[in-house]
């Protein structure tokens, strides 16, 4: 990452093509996870990278290389989810009625279950559990991109983990 960083505030241009295939993956499973559908996800990774290439074009060479820039990025794709989240819980959801069988997105039942799951966590437990479970970040980077003290992270991941535990026993029960 740090020869990645390098080369950003070297050449921009030539560079940022490797940063987004270095993040997409990971970038496009995280906010997936979160928002609980893959288009949205798709254009939100594309907005963040917008977002950070905007960004990145108006920065010194200097503080692009002091950027800690996979939590930077992280920071800008989770702000981008929140509000997308925010946003969809203020606007009525539309049903249109089809009979096309292409038009029905379908998943596999273990997907939907997760994402049930997942949207039972408070906001900030998602997305700990998220970044720390799906995405694979440490606690220091966790608490770099959420902006939150690393025990609180650390709670957060726990509180989550074991709601989801309760979650999967009670499924299991019934």
């Known amino acids: 990452m740090d020869e990645l960083v390098r080369d950003l505030s070297r050449d921009l241009d030539a560079a940022f093509p490797r940063l987004v295939e270095h993040m997409s993956p990971r970038l496009y499973w995280g906010l997936r996870r979160m928002t609980g559908d893959g288009h949205q996800a798709e254009d939100l990774s594309q907005e963040a990278f917008i977002r950070t290439y905007r960004a990145l074009s108006g920065y010194p060479p200097q503080r692009i290389r002091e950027l800690r820039l996979e939590p930077w990025v992280w920071t800008i794709a989770l702000n981008l989810g929140r509000n997308h989240l925010r946003d969809r819980s203020r606007r009525p959801t539309l049903v249109e009625e089809t009979t096309e069988p292409e038009d029905i997105d379908i998943e596999p039942p273990d997907t939907k279950a997760w994402q049930r799951r997942l949207d039972a966590l408070s906001g900030p437990q998602r997305e700990a559990v998220i970044l720390r479970h799906v995405v694979g970040f440490g606690i220091p980077e966790i608490a770099a991109i959420t902006d ?10 726990h509180r989550g983990l074991k709601k989801l535990r309760e979650i999967m026993e009670s499924e299991d029960e019934a």
């Open 148 to 157: 939150r003290p690393e025990g609180t992270c650390k709670a957060d991941i």
